[in-house]
């Protein structure tokens, strides 16, 4: 009888043990496949943020364009629709360009008018420091990076460039800001000018459980300015990751 109950308690005994070895081995899984996705955010991140470092030196191109020449005006030679984002044109014309003096910049927020930026040129009256969400959702006022300059064609990247007048460089680089270096002593260029990119995996999922930071999706900031006015040449003053 004694031995009869022994091996009525032997059965649910080895059951208890399978299940929770069944759910020790459960858990273990669970915990890896987490890893894993940690470490392809993480992976995607580091990617991500040098890409953004390797667009950086395009943006200064698309700035200096031809006003590191001396011409005042474009050529018939040159490409009409890269000269017109260096010269402000004639009075009846809307689009962006790279001011060369305040006057000009004044032209340019009247042409904006309530538009933040267009064709990735702002000219803000009051400088706002946005969120990497409000950057993603002015998409359609950047200029998006050519396919060929990007090291995958499994990213994409956009940029804007916000054109700040010299003397707003303090307001600009606060201590929020990493690598900051002095600002500039003799202010030999009318403007500073605040870069942001933005870089994304090209299937972008917007629903993604793991998008608090957005793992797909980052986003740079970076101030830079010019030697002087019209020089091909210029410094870097501040970089940081938006959240």
Known sequence: MGESKRSGFALPAVLGILALTILACATVWRMQWVNQQLLNVE???????????GVLPLVVQDIIGFS??????PSAAQDTSASLRHFAGTDGQTHAFYPSNAQERDKLQMRLGTTMCQACICAPKTLVNLNAKQWRNLLAQSQPVSMAELPSSNVSAFYW???CL?????ELVGSS???????IPSAPSPFIYRITVL????????????????PNTLVMQA???RTTATAMTGQWHSWKLLA
């Open 177 to 183: 800001l990493l690598q900051t270096t002095p600002a």
């Open 223 to 225: 101030i830079w300015s």
């Open 166 to 170: 010299n003397a707003n460089l303090s």
């Open 161 to 163: 460039v916000e054109v």
């Open 43 to 53: 992976s995607h991140l580091i990617r991500n943020k040098h890409i953004a470092e």
């Open 199 to 214: 870089v994304q995996d090209a299937a972008y999922n917007a629903t993604s459980e793991l998008s608090k930071p957005r």
């Open 68 to 73: 590191a020449t001396n011409s005042t005006t």
